[in-house]
């Protein structure tokens, strides 16, 4: 779907192919739905530096523009606010930053799904207020930042 950036719209930028397969399941629950995945940035560093790059200057652009970064926190307890640290104060609230605790490969083990099985597992959490593939050993740490995201896309992603 081509995106129309002057309606509200989410942009998805993640870190490896992993990441970008879990959003293309998302995406693929949903039919005709504003959102756009980016080309994999190359590692979780790299995703911060193409967010303040390039897309820095597409968001103070065009205001209805959300976009959420898809790491792996590789278990390390201060990645979240590392790269929360990074992210422009004027663009905070339409930043946002999920990712697995450690890497993907290891959710889709536990999980005995592929990376779009996940992807769709939770988009469908998302649509229907359960928590089910987002209550995950390795998904749960996301809980907050996931209800601040919902908030701010659930108008236009999920309408009632």
């Not at 989410?10 to 995406?27: S, W, Y």
Request: aromatic share 8%; hydrophobic share 40%.
């Amino acid at each position: 779907m081509s995106i129309n950036r002057s309606q509200p719209h989410l942009l998805v930028l993640p870190e490896d192919d992993a990441n970008r397969q879990i959003a293309n399941g998302f995406i693929l629950y949903f039919n005709n739905c504003p959102i756009q995945i980016l080309p994999v940035a190359g590692g979780w560093r790299k995703t911060i530096e193409k967010l303040r790059n390039i897309y820095v200057s597409k968001m103070r652009k065009y205001s209805t523009c959300t976009i959420v970064l898809i790491i792996d926190f590789d278990e390390e307890r201060t990645r979240l606010e590392y790269v929360t640290q990074q992210i422009p104060d004027d663009l905070r609230d339409r930043v946002f930053v999920l990712g697995v605790w450690s890497e993907p490969e290891k959710l889709g083990r536990d999980a005995k799904k592929s990376f779009e099985k996940i992807g769709d597992s939770l988009a469908n959490d998302c649509a229907n207020d359960t928590e089910t593939m987002w209550a995950h050993e390795l998904l749960k740490h996301n809980k907050p930042e996931l209800l601040r995201m919902i908030a701010s896309v659930k108008p236009f992603l999920f309408p009632a």
